[in-house]
């Protein structure tokens, strides 16, 4: 790295809704390229991010992480001001820091959590753009069962919507997948090393499934066993998932 260059690690919480996702995008209405494009504005020229990893369309954060390289004399404060003044008011950037040279948004990270909001009946209009509506009664004894089932180190073959040939290691230990009520909104909680393209919208729909009573947890047993994809296993909508958190060694 130019020696003349400070690392910054900055933290964003962003509403997915109407972002074509984290990743920049042709049409530049992704989130990086928004960020990227405020910090045009400040530095006076072209500066790349690096995020902790993707977020797909409608996929919302608390707490995505991102680098960058350029020279700022001010100290984090005043950077962080920058982005106040800047912004959308669906992006957020809340932290800034400095950081050492070798540090990387995504190669630094050990783990991630997720969280997925399921709520029970008809939500109101500020409720309704960050959760899965689901009509039905759910039953929380059978959905803690299934995600028992799911906890642990496993191949997710099953429950990624990547297709065609193999490309990568689809085993991932699952060191979380905890499911909460609070009120009319259940929260899915799932933490891991890393997670696969549409995993844990995977995991939420099965054990959704698992608690309108369509799967039981020996089906969520078997579907982990047999490593394919089918129709008993459903994506979630994007609108109930966030990237709560980037875990860092």
Known sequence: MNPLLQRWKCTCAYDGTNFAGWQSQAGGRAVQDVIEARLQQIFGGPVRIHGSGRTDAGVHAKGQVFHFDAAWRHGPEKLLAAFRTGLPPQIQVSE???????????????????????????????????????????????????????QGRHDFRAFTAVNGPEREDTVRDLTRLDVTRRGREIRITGEAAGFLYKMMRSL?????????????????????????RTAAVPTAPASGLFLMKVFYR
Do not use: N
């Not at 997925?116 to 039905?136: A, I, L, S």
């Not at 579907?223 to 394919?228: D, Q, R």
């Open 96 to 150: 800034v820091r400095a950081a050492v040279p070798d540090f990387h948004a995504r190669f630094s990270a050990k783990g991630k959590r997720y969280v997925y909001r399921v709520h029970c009946g008809d939500p109101d209009p500020f409720t309704r753009p960050f959760c899965w509506p689901v009509h039905r009664t759910l039953d929380l004894v059978a959905m803690r069962a299934a995600a028992k089932v799911l």
């Open 204 to 228: 939420a729909g099965v054990l959704v499934q698992a608690g309108e009573g369509k799967l039981s947890a020996a089906d969520v047993r078997s579907i982990l066993a047999a490593k394919t």
